[in-house]
C-alpha cells in the first residue's frame, strides 16, 4: 500500500513571500488532515477535511493559511503571506473514517 | 480545551535499564496512541488503546491507559540503542461532529551504549 505522499520535501522562503504544499492521500481515505509541527512541539491540526468538505478548521489562522481538496483525493495548503513563526514542519495525514491516522514525510518549511 | 502532557520531556537512559514515561491529559477521551518519530522522519503508529485497563506490547515496549486517572504510561523494557527517537502521546478529542488528535509535546530518548 502507498503511503501518504508529500511535495515538496523542503522549501525555503523569505518572509511575505507565498507558498503552497501538496498532499496526495492513501487511496480510499476519506479523511485529510495537515498539521504544524513547531520544533520541539507536538504535531497541531490544522484543518480536518471529510471528502472535500473541511470538518474542523478551528486552529488554522485564516489570515493567511488556506487549504483545499477539491475533488476529495489531493489537497494543497497555501500560506499567503507567510511570517517567521510560521517556520515549521507540515504534516500531511489521513485515514478512514475512525481509523487511525498515517502520516506523510512532512514538508520543512524555512522562512528567512 | 483537551490539554495533552508529556514528562519527562528529555531522557538520557543506558542500554540495559528500564524506564516509564507519562502522558497525563485533562479532559475524558476514549482512545490515545503512541507514535514514535524519528530525526527527519514523520510519525509511525506504536499504539492505539482503547479503553480503560488496556494494555499492548510491542517487543521492548508496552503501553497502558487508565482512563480514569487520565494517564497513560509507556515502558521500556531493556533499552537498545535502536529505541532512540522522540515519542509522542496523542488524546482523540470529539466535537462538532469531528474527531481530532491532541498531541504532547513529546519525550525525546536518547539510549545511549
Known amino acids: 500500500e502507498a503511503g501518504v505522499a508529500q511535495s515538496p520535501r523542503y522549501k525555503i522562503i523569505e518572509k511575505r513571500q507565498s507558498v503552497a504544499f501538496w498532499c496526495n492521500p492513501i487511496?480510499?481515505?476519506?479523511?485529510l488532515y495537515w498539521y504544524q509541527q513547531i520544533l520541539g512541539q507536538g504535531p497541531k491540526l490544522l484543518i480536518q477535511f471529510q471528502n472535500n468538505g473541511v470538518v474542523d478548521d478551528s486552529q488554522l489562522p485564516k489570515d493567511r493559511f488556506s487549504a483545499e481538496r477539491l475533488k476529495g483525493v489531493d489537497s494543497t495548503l497555501k500560506i499567503q503571506p507567510a511570517k517567521l513563526e510560521d517556520s515549521a514542519v507540515y504534516l500531511c495525514?489521513?485515514?478512514?473514517?475512525?481509523?487511525?491516522?498515517?502520516f506523510g514525510d512532512g514538508t520543512r518549511l524555512s522562512i528567512l | 480545551e483537551l490539554k495533552v502532557e508529556q514528562n519527562p520531556l528529555f531522557l538520557s537512559m543506558q542500554e540495559g535499564k528500564n524506564y516509564t514515561i507519562y502522558c497525563n491529559y485533562s479532559?475524558?477521551?476514549?482512545?490515545l496512541y503512541w507514535y514514535r518519530q524519528d530525526p527527519g522522519k514523520s510519525l509511525e503508529s506504536l499504539f492505539v488503546?482503547?479503553?480503560?485497563?488496556a494494555v499492548k506490547q510491542e517487543g521492548r515496549l508496552m503501553a497502558s491507559l487508565d482512563t480514569k486517572a487520565r494517564l497513560s504510561t509507556l515502558h521500556i523494557t531493556a533499552a537498545v540503542h535502536d529505541l532512540s527517537a522522540t515519542y509522542f502521546c496523542a488524546v482523540v478529542t470529539r466535537g462538532g461532529g469531528s474527531e481530532k488528535l491532541v498531541f504532547g509535546k513529546g519525550m525525546k530518548l536518547t539510549v545511549n551504549p
Open positions: 479532559t475524558t477521551s476514549d482512545r
Open positions: 495525514a489521513s485515514s478512514l473514517v475512525g481509523q487511525p491516522q498515517h
Open positions: 487511496s480510499g481515505h476519506a479523511t
Open positions: 488503546l482503547l479503553s480503560n485497563g
